[in-house]
Every structure is written in C-alpha cells, then in structure tokens.
C-alpha cells in the first residue's frame, strides 16, 4: 500500500496563521518583530534564499532588512557590526548569511548574536536548552522536522527513532529534541558516516530522519514496512529520459531536478507516512525561521 504524503505546506499555514495573531499581540505591546539579515561580501545562493525569507516575513507582517558588508570586512568589524545590531532595542532578529568570506571566522561571528536575537537557534545558548527540552529558539530545519513528525499523531511512546547524518545544524539537534520528554520518550539513534551498518539500524526504525545530502542512500530494502520516513536531504540531479541519457533544457544545459535522501518512489510503496521532496521539510523550514523571529520579539517584548 502507498505511503500517506505529509506535506509541509497545510502546516505551514496553520504556523503563520497563529504567528499572525502573536504578531498583532506583539503590536499592541508597542513591538514589531524586525529580522535583520547580515550578507558579507557577495554570494550568489545567499540571494535565493534572502528573497525566500523578505517574502515570506512580509507575507506575516514581520519587518525584513538586509544589511551588506563589503567582501573586505574584518572580523572585528562584522563583530562589532552584530553587536551593534544586538544593543539596537527596534531589531528583534539577526541571520547571519553563510558563507562568510574565507577569511572571516563564521562561528565566532555566530556566537557574537545575542541568545535572545539568535532566530537560527545556533547560538551554544540555545543547542544548550535543547537539552533541557526547551525548544524556543531552536534550529529551524530540525525543529521543522520535529513538528511534521508531531503533525501525524503517530504514538511516539517506546518507538525506535533512527537519525541519519549528525550535523550540528540538523542530526544533532534533531537527536536533542528527540530524547525531549515533549515528545513522549522514543528512543533514538543517530548514525553517520563512520556507522558500521547503516542497514541494521534503519531496518528496525518504526521512524527515519534522513538529513545527509545523498540522493537515494535510503532505499526499500533499508526499511521495514509501516516506517513513517522524514527525509530532510535537497539534491540536486540530472533528469534523465527513460533510456538513462540526460535530457537538456532550452539552454542545452542538463536539466536538474531536486530530490532528497530517500528513493522516494520505492521507499513510499513500504512506508506508512512519507515526506516528498521538494514539498516537504522544505516549507516549513522557512516557517519555523518566522516562528523563531515572532519567538526572539517576545522575549525582548517581556523584557520591556
Ligand atoms: N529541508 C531543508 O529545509 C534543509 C535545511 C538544511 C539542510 N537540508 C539538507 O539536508 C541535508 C543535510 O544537511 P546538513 O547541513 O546536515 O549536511 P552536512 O553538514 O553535510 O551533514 C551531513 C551528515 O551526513 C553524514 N553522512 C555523510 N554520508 C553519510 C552516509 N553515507 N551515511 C550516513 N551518514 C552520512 C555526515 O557524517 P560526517 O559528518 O561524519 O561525515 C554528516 O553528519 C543536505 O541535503 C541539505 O541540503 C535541508
């Protein structure tokens, strides 16, 4: 039996819907939430993703600005730049857009965000609350994740979690918010490249986090029958036409689709639950950054 799709978008709209009512609360108290977006020399992907984020904070009623740095900026300039930005009472949020220049230290830029400003949940601060189960300002693709798995109403009590990939921003973090006892007490595993058998562990999962960057490491084989699959990973690949050969677009340029981790089109005739990609995490991965940015102004609201 086909899997059920679980789609990001119904549950980003109802996030927005609620961020929208926090916001003309905010309002009435005299603060609007402003994330400000740093970009430090010049970065093609940065852009994407900058028009991705002014859209969708204006869309909700929060005040978006980007603020550019020159490619030359020192590291103390942009330190003193975001502590600027952190002393300044209008600005509730800061994102710091990656890549820096190479010369540049991004983790020390990243900690110099104040905990209350940090809307990307990356700051030591907030990782560490996570293992208090506090999930305020948590990392948006992880808490994303968590809140898709949340939306299915599957029992969480005593079930076997498996996690694969261990990155700071997604693996790891998710694993935190797993062992939460929020989430009714699953058990989870975390593996990543060093693991011996991937297999042996995703077989015996009830769920699977895929968040690696590998398209298609997840196949049917991997998985047990009824496995509810999250899979994070973006790729990029080549379309190919049925005789395997690449198929061009109007440029004469190979046509590129975007696929995650998971060999969606196997794993979801054994799946119970299954999350497309693109469609997915995606969506709400933006949504939890605006839920981040509404979180950080009511902290600095209740401070006033
Ligand atoms: N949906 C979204 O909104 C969203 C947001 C962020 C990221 N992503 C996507 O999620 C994926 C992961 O992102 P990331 O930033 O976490 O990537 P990352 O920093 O490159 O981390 C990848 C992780 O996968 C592990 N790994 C690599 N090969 C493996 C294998 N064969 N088996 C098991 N584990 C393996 C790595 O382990 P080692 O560190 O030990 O090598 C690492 O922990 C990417 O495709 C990214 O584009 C999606």
Known sequence: MAATLLQGDKLASQIKDALRKDIEDLKAKGVRPHLVAVQVGENAASRVYIRQQQKACEEIGIAYELK???????QDEVLSFIEQLNQDQAVTGIILMMPLPKDLDAREVQMKISPDKDVEGMHPANMGRLIYGEMGLAPCTAHAAVELLKSTGVELKGKEVVVVGHSEIVGKPLALMLLS???????????HIATRDLTSHTKRADIVFVAVGKPGLIKADMVKD?????DIGINRVP??????????????KPK???VGDVDFETVKEKASVITPVPGGV???????????????????????
Do not use: W
């Open 68 to 74: 550019e740095l020159p490619d030359s900026t020192t």
């Open 282 to 304: 995606g969506p709400m991965t933006t949504t939890m950054l605006l839920y981040n940015t509404v979180e950080s102004a009511k902290r600095i609201a209740a401070r006033k």
């Open 239 to 252: 379309v190919t036409d049925a005789s395997g050969n690449p198929v061009l677009n109007e440029k004469g």
């Open 256 to 258: 590129k689709k975007t």
């Open 181 to 191: 006892s929020q989430m009714d007490s699953p058990t989870p595993t975390v593996c």
């Open 226 to 230: 009824g496995v509810v699959v999250i």
